[in-house]
């Protein structure tokens, strides 16, 4: 079965928590925290994987994660490291995250390892915390929680080459002439149902790959018969090689069927679209009268398109399209090289301000408050500790939540909301109500 779409959840692993412990040894008095850190979370990272061609080993909606920092220890001792996640995908995948759309991940070539979702970082111990003012901190901090993406996996097969044209043109006849790919051959429309890849050898030194999908018909774009399903796998191609069936057996207009086709191109991609073609004359051997394709050719020539009259069935022709199409190829960018070294998964020590932040009402008396190192912090915050909540409060104060919160106008009483933790807001400036006269008996 030939799996070229699927849609996963990946979960990076959260931080471990830091430790609340304090010196207890004999002899030593007065010991102070010695609480150590936590763990880093593993990481998603997915690799390519010369010897996958398809994404069959994956189940849609399937929640891959990672493991999870371990928890600090006394005498400073840090948590382990949660191990990574390593997820082996084909060549050609692409990560796409399914909230945004954006590309996480393009693993354009072998070997290659990239990062989807990356784990938190442990949570820090008690001995962090010490200052001037508070020698015995009780309270450490939460890991940092993983990322986590829903994403969608697109598999775009690796080829120098597309072939192109409508069902039943000679597309999968040339492929199994020119390479040892042995496609399913037969005379009724859709033969070729899923892509086929086949390593052409032009001569001992010179070689391409050469990508067969299944053929377009008018219409495709919007939907209409298999071909559009597939096109993603030669957006990654060079250079394709559009087939016209000249041998007039199937009724059709090779001129028609090449305007058809390059409309349901641009309708689909521009950027496929644009890739530069050679025009071949499929099936040659067929036409008794050969000055009958002057007129095709003449038309193609006058459009600056290379054109090419083949038997893949006698092999007329097909050596010679093999070499132009290994010499235009040898004329156009290659994918730039990429290090074979291993990657060693790290993360970022860049901080992000904790002053950039944002506030909006988001419903009468509820205020989301926003921000990448504040959501952060709350989240690694034990909000169960009334040492580390008070400390909370303070940060708050300290980076102008409540004041920015005051001038929008928040009052006692309303639902001030962090990453999906809400908190009653107190003004500390409001009057406070004259408490009730007792009435004299």
Do not use: C
């Not at 002899?27 to 390519?48: A, F, I, K």
């Amino acid at each position: 079965m030939f799996i070229d779409e699927v849609t996963i959840q990946v979960l990076a692993g959260d931080g471990g928590k830091g430790a609340v412990t304090f010196r207890r040894e004999k002899h030593v008095p007065r010991g102070g925290p010695d609480g150590g850190d936590g763990g880093r979370g593993g990481s998603v990272v997915l690799e390519t994987d010369a010897n996958l061609s398809t994404l069959l080993d994956f189940r849609p909606g399937k929640k891959y994660r990672a493991d999870r920092g371990g928890d600090g220890m006394s005498k400073r001792q840090f948590g382990r490291d949660g191990a990574d996640l390593i997820l082996k995908v084909p060549p050609g995948t692409q990560a796409i995250d399914v909230a945004t759309g954006d590309v996480l991940a393009d693993m354009d070539r072998h070997p290659l390892r990239i990062v989807v979702a990356q784990g938190g970082r442990g949570g820090r111990g008690n001995v962090h915390f010490v200052s001037s003012v508070q020698q015995a901190p009780k309270f450490a901090e939460h890991g940092e929680p993983g990322v986590i993406h829903d994403i969608r996996l697109e598999l775009k097969s690796l080829a120098d080459v597309g072939l192109l044209g409508f069902p039943n043109v000679g597309k999968s006849t040339l492929l199994a002439a020119v390479s040892a790919a042995r496609p399913k051959i037969a005379d009724y429309p859709f033969t070729t149902l899923v892509p086929n890849l086949g390593l052409v050898r032009v001569d001992h030194v010179h070689h391409f790959v050469l990508a067969d999908v299944p053929g377009l018909i008018e219409g495709a774009s919007e939907g209409s018969g298999l071909g559009i399903q597939f096109l993603k796998h030669l957006e990654r191609t060079r250079l394709l090689l559009h087939l016209l069936d000249v041998s007039g057996l199937s009724g059709r207009d090779p001129l028609e069927d090449y305007r058809i086709i390059n409309q349901e191109l641009r309708s689909f991609s521009p950027t496929l679209a644009e890739l530069p073609q050679r025009v071949v004359l499929a099936r040659a051997d067929l036409v008794a009268d050969r000055s009958l394709l002057s007129s095709i050719r003449s038309h193609f020539e006058h459009l600056r398109v290379p054109v090419h009259e083949i038997s893949a069935v006698t092999g007329e022709g097909v050596q010679d399209l093999l070499w132009a199409t290994w010499q235009q190829l040898s004329s156009l960018t290659r994918p730039e090289a990429v290090s074979t070294e291993p990657v060693r998964i790290t993360l970022s020590d860049q901080r992000e301000d904790p002053k950039q932040f944002t506030i909006e009402e988001a419903e009468d008396g509820v205020f989301v408050v926003r921000g990448a190192y504040l959501e952060r912090t709350v989240a690694m915050t034990d909000l169960a500790n009334d040492y580390a909540l008070r400390r909370l409060q303070r940060q708050l104060e300290r980076w102008g939540v409540f004041r920015k919160l005051k001038a929008l106008g928040a009052a006692e009483g309303n639902t001030v909301r962090i990453r999906g933790i809400e908190f009653d807001y107190i003004d500390d400036d409001a009057p406070e109500e004259p408490e009730e006269a007792v009435p004299s008996v």
